[in-house]
């Protein structure tokens, strides 16, 4: 206890305050750079389109309004294409974890055959494809053009997710598993009564990479799918993003139109402003789902990378 009473009422140095003060000013000034973009997005997203436009909005919103958000989320399509990305987030996420953890945990087991010559094959492909347009003649012969699944299937095996989880499982004492197999525990067992619930952080990291890169994605849509009813949100705002310009132009140009829902957006909004609102609801729904893994991210990144 008295050591203890020493410890507290211990008078920092000066080099102690300095470094301190230094610390967390760095720190608060990386903070602020990497919060700042979006809430840039958000201010010029609510003020004024006018504004927004000329570039007048830096700090602080200005004659707020959410006409911006009512005109996008009423663009044709939109619903359709944000269920079309929820649901291949979802289940592609969740494919894409338990493929990572099954395959992470059979190539640190010694028994399984041809081992490391698997493990090899699968490391090449990291650094060697084939291309564009081998992939896409693969995909249109197994019949996967113009399909949902075209956005699961080809992303489910992920080279760099099983060398994380493989990496991780290794750090986890072997002795679990022999003590399951003594009680008469078969592999499937073990798997996923001792590993899956002993690998929650690295899991939750392979979760978090899968669900950003899935709810992002549009390219899948431009290369693969030309059924409107496939398409994703991604996709959907990445087409009126790139309209953008042109329909402002062409409305200043002309009072008609054949589409009218775009043509009056196009009126109302200037280009800067569809393209902050776009980014702000294309990136606020990850936003809300990363805290939820974020404590296991570093645990589980990191853990396994130092043995010994």
Request: glycine share 6%; hydrophobic share 50%.
């Amino acid at each position: 206890m008295k050591a203890l009473s020493v410890e507290k009422g211990k008078k920092h140095s000066k080099e102690d305050v300095i470094f301190g003060v230094v610390n967390y000013t760095l720190f608060a000034v990386f903070t602020l750079i990497c919060v700042y973009p979006f809430y840039y997005l958000i201010i010029n997203s609510l003020s004024a389109n006018d504004l927004s436009g000329n570039g007048s909005i830096n700090f602080l919103p200005r004659q707020l309004h959410l006409e911006n958000y009512k005109q996008v989320l009423q663009l044709k399509g939109l619903a359709a294409a944000a269920l079309v990305s929820v649901a291949r987030t979802a289940i592609g996420t969740v494919c894409t974890v338990l493929a990572s953890a099954f395959l992470g945990f059979m190539f640190t087991q010694e028994g399984m055959w041809k081992r490391k010559i698997w493990y090899r094959m699968l490391v090449v492909t990291m650094y060697f494809n084939a291309g564009l347009i081998p992939m896409f003649l693969t995909m249109q012969n197994l019949h996967l053009t113009n399909s949902f699944w075209v956005y699961i299937i080809p992303v489910i095996v992920q080279p760099f997710n099983i060398i994380l989880v493989k990496t991780y499982m290794e750090s986890i004492p072997k002795s679990l598993q022999e003590a399951a197999e003594m009680d008469g525990a078969g592999l499937m067992t073990v798997f996923i009564k001792i590993i899956l619930p002993t690998a929650t952080p690295i899991l939750a990291t392979i979760a978090i990479f899968a669900a950003v890169a899935q709810w992002n994605a549009f390219q899948d849509t431009l290369i693969y799918i030309t059924d409107q009813k496939l398409y994703s949100l991604q996709y959907i705002l990445y087409q009126y993003i790139n309209q953008a310009n042109s329909l402002a132009t062409m409305v200043k140009n002309s009072s008609g139109g054949t589409n009218l829902n775009m043509a009056a957006l196009a009126t109302q909004q200037t280009p800067t402003s569809i393209r902050m609102t776009v980014s702000v609801i294309v990136v606020m729904p990850i936003l809300f789902v990363y805290p939820m893994f974020q404590r296991y991210f570093v645990k589980g990144i990191m853990i396994g990378s130092v043995k010994g």
